[in-house]
């Protein structure tokens, strides 16, 4: 019942931009922390940016300043607006929802793909 469906990846020119959609269904939105992450093939899963209580923010340190995280609890939905755009980004990109409760509750989308810009 519980969904997060990622999209928005795409291939892009060295130095572009795009922003990733997650929307969320079959949990109560407002009450869960959101973050983005990225695997790419050989890498370990890593944080790129994190929404949580109170709309606070973090970053990867790789990525401050040119990405940017936000959230609309109206539509159920996460965005990660990602500019100067290169190679070194290319991952699978992935929402998470963490409710952080006792039981650890959490859920993870599929992820959408990010390539290497041409």
């Known amino acids: 019942q519980v969904q997060l469906v990622e999209s928005g990846g795409g291939l892009v020119q060295p130095g572009g931009s795009l922003r990733l959609s997650c929307a969320a269904s079959g949990i109560m939105f407002s009450r869960y922390d959101m973050g983005w992450y990225r695997q790419a093939p050989g890498k370990q899963r890593e944080l790129v940016a994190a929404?949580?209580?109170?709309?606070?923010?973090n970053y990867a340190d790789s990525v401050k300043g040119r990405f940017t995280i936000s959230r609309d609890n109206a539509q159920n939905t996460v965005y990660l607006q990602m500019n100067s755009l290169n190679p070194e980004n290319t991952a699978v990109y992935s929402c998470?929802?963490?409710?952080?409760?006792?039981?650890?509750?959490?859920?993870w989308g599929q992820g959408t793909q990010v390539p290497a810009p041409s």
């Open positions: 998470n929802a963490a409710l952080n409760d006792y039981r650890g509750t959490f859920y």
């Open positions: 929404i949580i209580s109170g709309d606070t923010t």
